[in-house]
């Protein structure tokens, strides 16, 4: 990269005390991501899922004994 003149020329004292003037700045952190679904709802709708297959597999059975549901 080119070099860039400065307008100002750094000065160091040779004698006496040297002060540095520090300006605080905001500094922003990363944005926390939060979840879409809550674990509540995923916890039930996982609950529901095992059901529907417990019954799926319970229907299949059925089918294969035979047997008919009570509904029907």
């Known amino acids: 990269m080119a070099d860039v003149k400065s307008m100002f020329r750094e ?9 540095v003037e520090d ?8 944005p926390k991501l939060l979840p879409l679904k809550s674990f509540t709802l995923e916890k039930l709708e996982k609950m529901q ?5 417990t019954l799926h597999q319970q229907e299949m059975a059925e089918k294969k004994n035979g047997k008919k549901s009570p509904d029907q």
């Open 11 to 19: 000065v160091l004292p040779k004698q006496g005390q040297l002060s």
């Open 23 to 30: 300006i605080t700045t905001m500094v922003l952190c990363k």
């Open 49 to 53: 899922q095992a059901a529907q297959e």
